[in-house]
T-cell receptor, first 112, second 110 residues
Framework: DAKTTQPPSMDCAEGRAANLPCNHS???????VYWYRQIHSQGPQYIIH???NNETNEMASLIITEDRKSSTLILPHATLRDTAVYYC?????????????FGTGTRLQVTL | NAGVTQTPKFQVLKTGQSMTLQCAQD?????MSWYRQDPGMGLRLIHY???????DQGEVPNGYNVSRSTTEDFPLRLLSAAPSQTSVYFC?????????FGSGTRLTVV
């Protein structure tokens, strides 16, 4: 799986959009971009994933650049409960056998 | 659905003791895996299984055994606990799409 690079920490004011960047310059054509988050010491929580097109769900939006070498996770209206470590992971989506490789992620602190 | 259930939530072991961390899922997922997370670090894969009767090693398998006799259960065994195995352990399962993680077992080896 390709490596990813994320800033170690970011701050965001409550109610504002949080934009979390991720670089994955060695991504292969069949690798997806996944985002997970880990709140305090709980188990990681799936947020969103995509291949080429931008994706949106009830939690967040994922913007992938046209060359697929970077992406941005957007939390449109951050709340204090969004304070967490956010992990960007790229992996081949080959059914049930593929594995997740975690880096150290971005620690997002949402403040009043 | 309860999702992925891990027991116990906390455990203290003495060096050399053995124990089994339990993981069960009720989503009929074929793929299950065990990760460990040390302070300030991301998760590292210990062992995984793509179905009943099939297991394989991950990134850090030494000191751990697994078995998969049923689709639902994937226990992780520590054969002879060492202080280096002090960590938080997460079990996860998936089908297509995203993974579902358990709430973790915090293990301290003294």
């Amino acid at each position: 799986d390709a490596k990813t690079t994320q800033p170690p920490s970011m701050d965001c004011a409550e109610g504002r959009a949080a934009n979390l960047p991720c670089n994955h310059s060695t991504i292969s054509g069949n690798e997806y971009v996944y985002w997970y988050r880990q709140i305090h010491s709980q188990g990681p929580q799936y947020i969103i994933h995509g291949l080429k097109n931008n994706e949106t769900n009830e939690m967040a939006s994922l913007i992938i650049t046209e060359d697929r070498k970077s992406s941005t996770l957007i939390l449109p209206h951050a709340t204090l409960r969004d304070t967490a470590v956010y992990y960007c992971i790229v992996r081949v989506n080959t059914g049930t056998a593929s594995k997740l490789t975690f880096g150290t992620g971005t620690r997002l602190q949402v403040t009043l | 659905n309860a999702g992925v259930t891990q027991t116990p939530k906390f455990q203290v072991l003495k060096t050399g003791q053995s124990m089994t961390l339990q993981c069960a899922q009720d989503m009929n997922h074929e793929y299950m895996s065990w990760y460990r997370q040390d302070p300030g670090m991301g998760l590292r894969l210990i062992h995984y299984s793509v179905g009943a009767g099939i297991t394989d090693q991950g990134e850090v398998p030494n000191g751990y055994n697994v078995s998969r006799s049923t689709t639902e259960d994937f226990p992780l065994r520590l054969l002879s606990a060492a202080p280096s195995q002090t960590s938080v352990y997460f079990c996860a399962s998936r089908t297509t799409g995203g993974y579902t993680f358990g709430s973790g077992t915090r293990l301290t080896v003294v």
